[in-house]
């Protein structure tokens, strides 16, 4: 049975902006084949529009490469470099949906996921939690949507060998986003 607009609580058509200060762009990375490293991003914007129907909903969003930070200096600086990001020459990256799809009781956002200029489609796992009005009149939407993607299919290579066998840094990397939005009004 697919969802409707009206069994969504608190569910409002219009144009909403991703809140900075309550939302986080975050990843992580298998590192030395035992753990993950994790980072987030610090600048980034997005919108997106509630459709009457929910599956009609877009969304679009943009991250600003340089705001990269995971804790370490040295290697956010690495990070940025070519061997990674390259943000001197490719300064954001972008993801663009094509579609909102029903699975089960949740939903997938389809999508265009754009990164060091080579532009691949991701779907999101979508986990809605829900709508409703701050102590400032604002009325916000949150939710968490999570992708998982290989750094190679955006032209992300370098590696090391590790000399217990293997390499330093896995090849899939964990999208996290834990967003909260306010319609504008």
């Given at each position: 049975m697919t969802?409707?607009?009206?069994?969504?609580?608190g569910y409002r058509t219009g144009t909403w902006t991703i809140d900075p200060t309550h939302t986080e762009v975050g990843f992580s990375v298998r590192h030395l084949a035992i753990s993950k490293?994790?980072?987030?991003?610090?600048?980034?914007a997005g919108t997106f529009v509630t459709a009457e129907n929910p599956l009609d909903s877009t969304v679009e969003a943009t991250v600003e490469v340089a705001s990269i930070n995971t804790n370490q200096a040295?290697?956010?600086?690495?990070?940025?470099?070519?061997?990674?990001f390259a943000a001197d020459e490719f300064?954001?990256?972008?993801?663009?949906?094509?579609g909102v799809r029903q699975v089960g009781?949740?939903?997938?956002v389809d999508g265009e996921l754009t990164l060091r200029g080579v532009t691949k489609p991701?779907?999101?796992?979508?986990?809605?939690?829900?709508?409703?009005?701050?102590?400032?009149?604002?009325?916000?939407?949150?939710f968490t949507a999570k992708t998982v993607v290989k750094r190679e299919d955006f032209g992300i290579q370098?590696?090391?060998?590790?000399e217990t066998g293997g390499l330093l840094l896995g090849?899939?990397?964990?999208?996290?986003l834990d967003v909260q939005a306010a319609l504008n009004a």
């Open positions: 969802i409707t607009a009206e069994q969504i609580p490293v994790k980072g987030k991003f610090e600048r980034f040295d290697r956010d600086g690495h990070l940025r470099t070519g061997d990674f300064p954001e990256f972008t993801f663009k949906s094509t009781s949740d939903f997938a991701v779907t999101f796992d979508f986990e809605f939690g829900g709508f409703g009005a701050d102590a400032y009149g604002n009325y916000k939407a949150g370098w590696n090391a060998p590790l090849s899939d990397v964990t999208i996290t």
